[in-house]
């Protein structure tokens, strides 16, 4: 797999993007067509191609002023390891790209970053698509400001509030789990419950397993099967009975089986 590197510098009315491919004897230069999208002053974004054939390869753009992003690759049709240098605020820029690969790869570069108010937007954004939604509540999630995350919990979208709940997961503290409980209890999806309970053992061991124990007989099989999981991972001898509980379907008492072991 080709390994790349992509850096970009403005000076004196000229963007140049450098593109580097690691080449050795054991690898030999790749010849890679690529497309990159500019963002620059008030008009839509423009598209330049190029086509790395050794080392490094340079394009300059004339630019009156710096661009607002640069986006390598921006529709992933490049199978390839990509470094790509920007700043933080050139990342926050690129959610605004009309690519939902670029929109993707600013939000993963921002979860590095402690810039919260632009993803939280893209989070807050009811006319984004789901998935771009999920990505920036992992990226929050990345960032450890779960807080700003407790007013999505319940969100219209299941996938939304699934990773909503998930990335709740990864706070520092147990604030979240009172409202975790009630999507465990209450919440009509099953995957959304099973990454409530996932996320209430992942901020409180103790919890979890009392929880796990109090699900056990829900009638969702994967949300008894992640309690059979919480239980064999956290809890104690004496919740060997009621897993092997011939109340358990065959298949849950085998997880059973599994956890005791």
């Keep these: 797999v080709p390994r790349l590197s992509v850096k970009n510098g403005w ?47 340079q394009i300059q753009i004339p630019m009156e002023e710096a661009p607002k992003y640069v986006a390598f690759d921006p529709q992933a049709g490049i199978l390839a390891k990509v470094e790509d240098a920007q700043e933080p605020e050139a990342w926050e820029a690129q959610l605004d790209s009309p690519s939902p690969v670029a929109v993707f790869r600013a939000l993963r570069e921002l979860g590095e970053t402690d810039r919260s108010e632009a993803v939280l937007a893209v989070l807050s954004d009811t006319n984004r698509h789901f998935l771009i939604r999920q990505e920036a509540a992992k990226a929050l999630a990345q960032q450890r400001n779960t807080a700003v995350l407790l007013g999505f919990a319940d969100d219209k979208h299941d996938g939304v509030r699934q990773a909503v709940v998930r990335a709740l997961g990864n706070g520092t503290d147990g604030r979240a789990i009172p409202l975790l409980e009630r999507r465990l209890r209450s919440d009509p999806n099953p995957d959304v419950r099973v990454s409530a309970l996932r996320a209430i053992a992942q901020l409180s061991n103790a919890r979890g397993v009392a929880m796990a124990r109090g699900t056990l007989g829900h009638s969702d099989r994967s949300v008894v099967r992640t309690a059979v999981d919480v239980l064999g991972e956290h809890g104690d001898l004496s919740d060997l009975h009621p897993l092997l509980s011939p109340r358990l379907r065959n298949t849950v008492r085998t997880a059973g089986l599994r956890a005791a072991a």
Excluded: W
Aim: charge should be negative; proline fraction near 6%.
């Design 11 to 57: 000076s004196d009315g000229t963007l140049t993007i450098t593109v580097r491919q690691e080449v050795s004897d054991a690898r030999p230069a790749y010849t890679i067509p690529f497309e990159v999208e500019v963002a620059g002053g008030e008009g839509a974004p423009t598209i330049h191609k190029a086509r790395l054939t050794d080392a490094k390869i």
